[in-house]
T-cell receptor, first 116, second 114 residues
Framework: AQKITQTQPGMFVQEKEAVTLDCTYD???????LFWYKQPSSGEMIFLIY??????QNATEGRYSLNFQKARKSANLVISASQLGDSAMYFC?????????????FGKGTRLSVIA | DAMVIQNPRYQVTQFGKPVTLSCSQT?????MYWYQQKSSQAPKLLFH???????NEADTPDNFQSRRPNTSFCFLDIRSPGLGDAAMYLC?????????????FGDGTRLSIL
């Protein structure tokens, strides 16, 4: 079964608008970490934001925020005031359990295109 | 001030000819990872080192080996590359294996097989 599901293969957003990229996850472990990465066409993976399963508040990092709904097992990434440089592939990833020798599992990604 | 450096950015090799990809880090992180990413797919973990302890993923082909001679360097060796091994190879590091530790990636090496 898919551990991480990103249902939007591609998204378009107008420059300066906000956009939400969906991510749902599947785990029975109470402790886990959720990550979002950005991958521009040049290939490098850039860490954006992290949310721990026990964190009480939604994570925020500059223009990035994470809409964490634990009961629904969703961790959507919100990008505010989109910029042309935000055009990239975005991956949601999970690590379970919270500590220990466990791999990071990635979703299939969402390709975001920002339109001028 | 790149922190995870992969060389080369692009590598072309012949079918069956061994190839080595390199990764170095200036972060002094304990853990180093190698991922394979094929076109339009998510990265797939091949193996990782926690310090000198090597951890191989169950479905990593025997064709793929890794070496970590010291904290800073890690190598990916592909003994007899096949056409299916053409991919982007990503190296990543993390301070330790805690669940809240993000992985820091290099720019990747894009491997082509002729």
């Amino acid at each position: 079964a898919q551990k991480i599901t990103q249902t939007q293969p591609g998204m378009f957003v107008q420059e300066k608008e906000a956009v939400t990229l969906d991510c749902t996850y599947d785990t029975s472990d109470p402790s886990y970490g959720l990550f979002w990465y950005k991958q521009p066409s040049s290939g490098e993976m850039i860490f954006l934001i992290y949310q721990g399963s026990y964190d009480q508040q939604n994570a925020t990092e500059g223009r990035y925020s994470l809409n964490f709904q634990k009961a629904r097992k969703s961790a959507n990434l919100v990008i505010s005031a989109s910029q042309l440089g935000d055009s990239a592939m975005y991956f949601c990833a999970m690590r379970e359990p919270y500590s220990g020798n466990t791999p990071l599992v990635f979703g299939k990604g969402t390709r975001l295109s920002v339109i001028a | 001030d790149a922190m995870v450096i992969q060389n080369p950015r692009y590598q072309v090799t012949q079918f069956g000819k061994p190839v080595t990809l390199s990764c170095s880090q200036t972060l002094n992180h304990n853990v180093m990872y190698w991922y394979q990413q094929k076109s339009s797919q998510a990265p797939k973990l091949l193996f990782h080192y926690y310090d000198k302890d090597f951890n191989n993923e169950a479905d990593t082909p025997d064709n793929f080996q890794s070496r970590r001679p010291n904290t800073s360097f890690c190598f990916l060796d592909i003994r007899s590359p096949g056409l299916g091994d053409a991919a982007m190879y990503l190296c990543a590091t993390s301070r330790d294996q805690g669940g809240d530790q993000p992985q820091h990636f290099g720019d990747g090496t894009r491997l082509s097989i002729l």
